[in-house]
């Protein structure tokens, strides 16, 4: 795994993870399936410390020799995050270090099930793919390759406000209209308040 910093910010761009398995040369790999863990952390107006999921399930219709995912990690909400004094969490892990999964806890459709039951949770959006096709005569050095970039840029975060940021834009909005409305009516009162001469 290794750290891409692209514009110096010391705030990494991307994360690249390879990982290669030594195959024999009469065996084909066709479908690669995993889930890949990262910490998901955000520190401005909402604090969250949470497991972020990453599933890969591909599959070609030929066998190969690298599978390369590229693509972008975002949040994703049912609902807005509370604000909270403290760090908020996602709730109990994915992989749990304190105990053994049963084996059907650890398949791939009991953790994608789990994650997706969160309310907040992580997918590559937009995912690009692409499968390599195997070499032929690599004898003894044959390998599958897993290649993955995660990139990661800025995003909005729905979260639900506090009394004061409510109190903070209602206000300027109920002088903004007042304003308006004066300015707008003010003309229309005065022609209407204005007496006519008698004739």
């Not at 909402?46 to 949040?75: C, F, N, S």
Request: overall charge positive; charged content about 20%.
């Amino acid at each position: 795994m290794e750290k891409v910093h692209q514009n110096r910010d010391y705030l990494a761009d991307a994360i690249d993870i390879s990982i290669a398995f030594p195959v024999g040369e009469q065996e084909g790999i066709r479908h690669v399936t995993g889930v890949l863990l990262f910490s998901y952390v955000l520190h401005n107006r909402v604090r969250l410390d949470m497991e972020a999921p990453i599933a890969i399930d591909y599959a070609a219709g030929v066998a190969g020799r690298r599978l390369t995912v590229d693509g972008r990690i975002a949040l994703k909400l049912a609902n807005p995050l509370p604000l909270q004094p403290g760090v908020r969490s996602s709730g109990e892990p994915l992989m749990p270090r304190d105990r053994t999964l049963s084996a059907e806890e650890a398949t791939l459709e009991a953790l994608i099930a789990k994650a997706s039951a969160r309310n907040d949770t992580t997918v590559l959006d937009p995912v690009y793919t692409t499968w390599a096709m195997p070499v032929k005569g690599c004898g003894s050095a044959c390998t599958f390759e897993v290649k993955m970039r995660v990139r990661m840029t800025p995003e909005k975060v729905l979260y639900v406000p506090s009394f004061i940021e409510v109190a903070k834009f209602s206000w300027i909005q109920i002088v903004a209209t007042f304003l308006f409305l004066y300015i707008l009516l003010r003309p229309l009162l005065h022609f209407v308040r204005t007496p006519t001469a008698p004739v």
